[in-house]
């Protein structure tokens, strides 16, 4: 009987299951498709024939022989695409700067907090306020003094506001993971002479090392699809990342799914694979804070 | 007033099997008890009797009735689990009325139970104080106030008393058998600790990986123990066990053994029928002196003393004899180190196939009062 | 000794200094510049220096507030993160309570499962964009299972635009609610639940009793982080809908946006982005607090 309920269970867990795929196999599907098949109806639920030529499109540079084999199949309606090649590389120097920053930044406040309540419950709540606050609303003054200063449309200007925005989870994090460190760690290697600062790097850093690999894969998935700022702060062209690249596509006339799906599995991949790495830490980090002082 | 009967439960999980086809029978108003190691599925059974568990195969019946396959929510039992399980945001109170208002019974009477079920196990003054601020022998019996609160047909212990300090084993254990005894309600306590078994059990089965070794009164189970496993796992200490031989030598049989100092002259070894044995004898019928005693018949080995654990007024004696170690009680003061002789009356020793472990003899004079502290 | 305590002092002030600087130049400054623009009448068109402006007083603040665009934004993401989290919180947690229980293939099903918790917010918006044409995957289906031709207008209509982007932001986010309880059920100690079924609780009572009563601050969490979160809504509508048809979907991130950058009335939107600022972090602060007093 209670087999039966199990079954049950997961026919609607399967249910589940789909339907958080779907929307990721739809975006893989078409970009495997030409442009007929895109907003065919019936849809076309299993390309058959799958063709890369929209990939072929991302990577290639209008007027090379690659991007004129791939126009065959597509039209000429993506002759002048560029390549998005410089937007993923935007992403990636951005993203990884940025997460290098904010968990360098983060973990040593977070051990700053852990340890001695730095600044008090009012600087705590201060941090993990800053990521609530809607990044059009900073961004507009902020845009006034980066214009001012010429760091518009720059991979480090931009980087600088990630860091900032995605340092409150990192400080959330490791400060968790710290909170369950005994303090006499510190104190036995400060008795054999080490620095306060040396004992930290090389004693108590290690420990939580997991928990860094772990905020770190956070931020930069959360850094990798950020949206918002980029838009605000990369008009030029120069940073552009790879989701404005995306709405881009979208916007530059003509509706260019393809190559757009394609970009955004290429976006997607990533994240799900670092974000399944990290899941279990992130949950420990988050909610372990909920656990204690409970039986 | 029910009856329990396990009709040849068997439960295996994956590959492993815990409980390998035992039966018994509880019977109405019966303290009955299942003794045994970790593991060897006296747990196990319990949760089977209170369906938590499914057996894989094997019948429960309450009262002839099969109650297999009926959820733990049907089978109007009380349970008390090792971890106390109390619900600590809850009051006493509140605990305690919990099954009451499960079954919908009105808050005037609800009230009455819950005065009277808390004035018998004293808990009148904490009504109010919540369960997590409780102390440990405080949530055990109000755990067992829970438990009995709603005039369950049976009573199930899972080790009620493995968690609590060893000072308020002993009281509480006196609170449980003299509910048990007020409401006469069919119970069965799971625990590893034979002490607590004997004393209080009006039978018991004892358990071995997965088996029943041996059930029956206390008495008989620790005058009798059916197997080795038993003779070794009963008892403060348990009984010195030796490995040795029957020889018969021209119409008269003799016990030998390693650590016999002469060839023990055995009226009954020839009805054993064996020839490998294992012998054994309580610490506390053997006695030990620094001379040999030269009382005609009985075995004497020597050996020299290891170490003395003092328990309460009596001395256990560790004694190293041919590289094992043998227990003897006495009162008196031998001083470590010292060489003895201990001298066990023929009339005291115990015989076992080597091969089966079953018992081949007992010996006849047991008509001994065994003392139960609850009388 | 003394110098032992010079050294701790040392660590505690100087790890927290990168994070302070950090944030209060990234967001507090401008936020500073913000409450100072939006006492003036400052533009870019106007001028390249801020401080050039004409002051103002309260005028911009009395303008926006009675804005009806400005307060119809304010009320429609109120309603989108109230709508969406409760939509969140009921199927994750509906999710958790079944694999709690146990679902066949618990793994595979689980990770799959929390993969549209790592996909960022614009990726989210093209897989639902593509998916939502009135011609298009869902449609489709729907047609399928109805057995009548099913053409709802999920993007274009302004009844079904705000429905569109509560799902695709649920679809998001019930993954991490998800997570979040499965974990804190998880911890539920065995016995408590075994010793209610025993003393005849029903099923559902011993989710309601035990289960929920373990859960509360698992939930909580969950919940504040969502609300908090779902006030920045920009990504997805922005994508999905620009904002429409007309402003049915145009959440306060997107109408400061647009005002902001569209029309230049900077000091304006100033003003607009202070009030949002100023009543988010009153929020962050008591619902951070009540949440820290209680663990």
């Known amino acids: 009987m209670s087999r039966l309920w199990k079954v049950v269970r997961t026919i609607i867990a399967v249910l589940a299951a789909a339907i958080a795929f779907f929307p990721i196999y739809w975006m893989a599907t078409t970009s495997l498709k030409l442009p007929g098949e895109w907003s065919a109806y019936p849809p076309v639920w299993f390309p058959t024939t799958p063709r890369i030529e929209n990939y072929i499109v991302i990577f290639s540079e209008p007027g090379t022989p690659l991007r004129e084999s791939a126009l065959q199949a597509l039209g000429r309606g993506f002759s002048a695409s560029p390549s998005a090649v410089p937007y993923i590389t935007n992403s990636i120097i951005i993203a990884v700067s940025a997460t290098i920053g904010a968990v360098f930044i983060g973990t040593l406040a977070a051990y700053s907090i852990s340890r001695y309540r730095t600044g008090g419950l009012f600087t705590y709540i201060f941090i993990l306020a800053t990521r609530m606050f809607p990044p059009v609303a900073i961004a507009i003054p902020l845009i006034v003094v980066y214009s001012l200063i010429r760091w518009l449309d720059t991979h480090w200007g931009l980087s600088l506001i990630y860091m900032a925005v995605s340092v409150a989870y990192v400080v959330w994090i490791m400060k968790t993971f710290f909170d369950e460190i005994p303090k006499d760690i510190e104190d036995s290697a400060i008795l054999f002479g080490l620095s306060h600062v040396r004992a930290f790097f090389k004693v108590v850093l290690p420990i939580v090392k997991n928990g860094m690999l772990a905020a770190a894969l956070f931020t930069f998935v959360i850094n990798w699809g950020e949206y918002a700022f980029a838009l605000m702060f990369t008009v030029g062209g120069r940073a552009t990342t790879i989701p404005v690249a995306i709405s881009q596509l979208q916007l530059g006339g003509g509706y260019q799914y393809g190559p757009m799906a394609a970009l955004g599995l290429i976006a997607l991949i990533p994240a799900v694979v670092f974000g399944y790495i990290v899941q279990k830490y992130l949950v420990v980090g988050l909610t372990l804070g909920a656990v204690k002082g409970r039986r | 007033m029910t009856t329990v009967e396990v009709d040849r439960l068997v439960k295996i999980y994956d590959k492993f099997t815990a409980v390998d086809g035992i039966s018994f029978t509880v019977k109405s108003g019966e303290f009955f008890g299942l003794l045994g190691p970790s593991g060897c599925g006296k747990t196990t059974t319990l949760y089977c009797i209170s369906g938590l568990e499914t057996p894989t195969s094997g019948r429960i019946l309450f009262d002839g009735n099969d109650v297999t396959k009926l959820p733990p929510q049907k089978r109007n039992i009380g349970m008390v689990f090792q971890s106390y399980a109390i619900f600590y945001n809850m009051t006493v109170f509140d605990n305690l009325a919990y099954p009451l208002k499960i079954r919908r019974i009105p808050a005037e009477e609800r009230r009455r139970k819950v005065n009277e079920t808390a004035e018998l196990l004293g808990l009148k003054d904490i009504l109010n104080v919540k369960g997590s601020k409780l102390t440990p022998a405080q949530m055990q019996l109000l755990s067992l106030g829970r438990a009995i609160i709603y005039d369950p047909d049976i009573l199930l212990l899972d080790e009620p008393l493995s968690n609590l300090d060893p000072t308020f084993r002993m009281e509480t254990l006196r609170h449980i058998k003299r509910i048990q005894r007020l409401l006469k309600i069919t119970t069965i306590f799971v625990t590893h600790d034979q002490l607590e078994a004997l004393s209080v059990c009006d039978r018991l089965a004892v358990m071995q990986a997965g088996r029943i070794m041996q059930l029956g009164r206390p008495e008989e189970i620790y005058y009798k123990p059916a197997t080795v496993f038993v003779a070794g796992f009963v008892g403060t200490p348990p009984m010195n066990l030796l490995e040795g031989r029957i020889e018969n030598l021209a119409d008269k049989s003799y016990i030998t053994s390693p650590e016999l100092s002469n060839r023990l002259l055995h009226p009954h070894a020839q009805s054993v029928g064996e020839e490998d044995i294992i012998w054994g004898f309580k610490p506390e019928d053997a006695t030990m002196s620094l001379k040999p005693v030269e009382t005609g018949d009985g075995a004497v080995i020597q050996g020299r003393i290891r170490t003395i654990e003092r328990v309460a007024a009596e001395n256990i004696y560790l004694v190293d004899v041919n590289g094992k170690t043998v227990k003897v009680i006495t009162v008196e003061y031998i001083p470590v180190d010292s060489k003895v002789f201990i001298h066990i009356p023929l009339e005291k020793i115990y015989i076992y196939s080597r091969k089966t472990g079953l018992l081949l003899y007992a010996p006849r004079s047991l008509e001994k009062q065994f003392s139960q502290p609850f009388g | ?295």
């Open chain 3, 1 to 295: 000794m003394s110098s032992r305590l010079k050294s701790l002092k040392r660590v505690e002030t100087i790890f927290i200094i990168p994070i302070e600087v950090l944030l209060w130049g990234i967001v507090m400054a401008p936020f500073v510049l913000a409450i100072y623009l939006s006492f003036t009448n400052w533009s870019p068109a106007v001028s390249a220096n801020p401080f050039d402006a004409k002051w103002l007083g309260l005028d911009n603040y009395v303008d926006i507030l009675s804005s009806t665009r400005y307060l119809g934004a304010v009320f429609r993401t109120t309603l989108f993160a109230l709508a969406g989290v409760t939509i969140q919180v009921v199927l994750g947690l509906g999710l958790a309570l079944l694999f709690y229980y146990g679902v066949y293939g618990r793994r595979i099903l689980s990770t799959i499962m929390i993969m549209p918790m790592m996909a960022s917010p614009l990726i989210v918006a093209l897989m639902f964009y593509i998916m939502l044409f009135t011609k298009g995957p869902v449609n489709a289906f729907l047609s399928l299972v109805t057995g009548q031709t099913v053409e709802i207008r999920w993007l274009s209509s302004p009844e079904l635009a705000p429905v569109s982007i509560i799902l695709a932001d649920s679809w998001m986010w019930t993954p991490l609610v998800f997570l979040i309880t499965l974990s804190g059920l998880s911890l539920v100690p065995l016995d408590q639940i075994r010793a209610a079924r025993i003393v005849g609780a029903s099923e559902l009572r011993v989710i309601k009793d035990i289960l929920l009563s373990y859960i509360k601050p698992f939930i909580m969490i969950a919940v504040v982080i969502r609300i908090l979160e779902s006030f920045k809504l920009f990504d997805i509508p922005a994508f999905m809908t620009a904002g429409g048809p007309g402003v049915a979907t145009e959440t306060l991130s997107i109408f400061l946006y647009k005002e902001g950058f569209l029309t230049l009335r900077t000091a304006y939107i100033a003003a607009g982005a202070v009030v949002v600022l100023l009543a988010l972090s009153v929020a962050t602060y008591f619902l951070t607090r009540s949440i820290y007093a209680r663990t």
